[in-house]
């Protein structure tokens, strides 16, 4: 551990900055996990693109579709390869407390620099707040790692702020990936200033939280890695003429990546979020792989769309 539980949140606001990815887990042909495939990417989006961050083993990355002993593995490899240049958050989120909990631990023990934890499915609970306390309060009491909430409507519900402001109180919650409508994000981040990073994985309203919220995170989803490459890297241009209160070159810079965006809206299949970025990705060079079942994988017409929409949006390869 690189600071104890009391020095968490002073340790986040320092280090938890700038533009972390989610990463994708690339399965094999018999689907496993592809180690070295992960390796590759990893080593790409940190040396070649210079993404800040890492969010491990979350939903992009199908976690649950994934064993416990995977899970582990999964963590491992991220912080070794991310060791001293980019900061590592993995989710440790699962229904079962007890294997959030343990994957908690493995976490802190393996040199993780943070862990998520999404608000648990709560079958027949309408009075959530206490829950929803006691249950970020056992992790905290538990672990010395700086913890990140996570909401977002999988959960069946949406966090309140006035819930979410209360959790951050405890010492070890640092930060929040708030998948919600933007008035709820501003509601808590007005509520709570600086105790916490907040953030959201919505790359359209980065630059504006930036502008008008002074928010100095994005935690985070695919975009990082999705609209750049090595040669084409216009998220982090306006990111950093954003930060540096140039916001007007920043808006000029960000808009001139939506035929990107439009380009992915327009050709990803319904119902196929995940295979659809794994291709994104390997046309872009990066390793994609399988996805797993449940998730859906692509049949060649589609493959063909989104190929040609690439082809088209002005991308740098």
């Known amino acids: 551990m690189k600071y104890t539980k009391h020095q968490a949140k002073e340790y986040a606001r320092d280090n938890m900055k700038g533009i972390w990815a989610a990463a994708l887990n690339p399965f094999n042909a018999d689907m496993s996990l592809d ?98 306390y006691q249950y970020y309060k056992t992790f905290c009491d538990q672990l010395d790692i700086g913890i990140a909430m996570w909401s977002h409507p999988d959960s069946g519900y949406l966090m309140h702020p006035g819930e979410c402001a209360r959790i951050a109180e405890l010492p070890n919650i640092v930060a929040i990936k708030y998948s919600v409508p933007r008035e709820m994000y501003v509601q808590l981040h007005q509520m709570i200033g600086d105790k916490i990073q907040v953030s959201t994985s919505l790359e359209d309203d980065w630059l504006d939280n930036i502008e008008q919220l002074g928010w100095q995170l994005y935690l985070c989803s695919s975009p990082p890695y999705q609209l750049q490459t090595i040669n084409d890297q216009r998220m982090n241009e306006y990111t950093r003429l954003a930060f540096a209160g140039k916001f007007d070159q920043a808006r000029k810079v960000r808009d001139s990546l939506n035929p990107v965006r439009e380009a992915m809206k327009r050709t990803r299949p319904p119902g196929k979020p995940t295979a659809f970025g794994k291709y994104w990705q390997e046309l872009l060079g990066q390793v994609g792989g399988h996805v797993r079942a449940p998730m859906l994988g692509l049949n060649d017409a589609e493959k063909t769309i989104i190929r040609d929409g690439l082809d088209q949006c002005g991308l740098k390869l």
């Open 35 to 132: 180690q070295a495939g992960l390796r590759s990417n990893i080593r790409h989006w940190i040396d070649d693109l210079d993404i800040q961050g890492l969010f491990i083993a979350g939903k992009q990355g199908e976690f649950f579709s994934m064993s416990l002993a995977e899970r582990k593995r999964n963590f491992e490899i991220a912080v070794e390869e991310c060791a001293g240049k980019a900061g590592v958050i993995v989710s440790v989120s699962d229904q079962n407390m007890n294997t959030a909990l343990e994957l908690a631990h493995h976490a802190q023990n393996c040199g993780a620099d943070y862990v998520v934890l999404h608000a648990p499915v709560l079958s027949f609970v309408h009075d959530r707040s206490e829950v929803l």
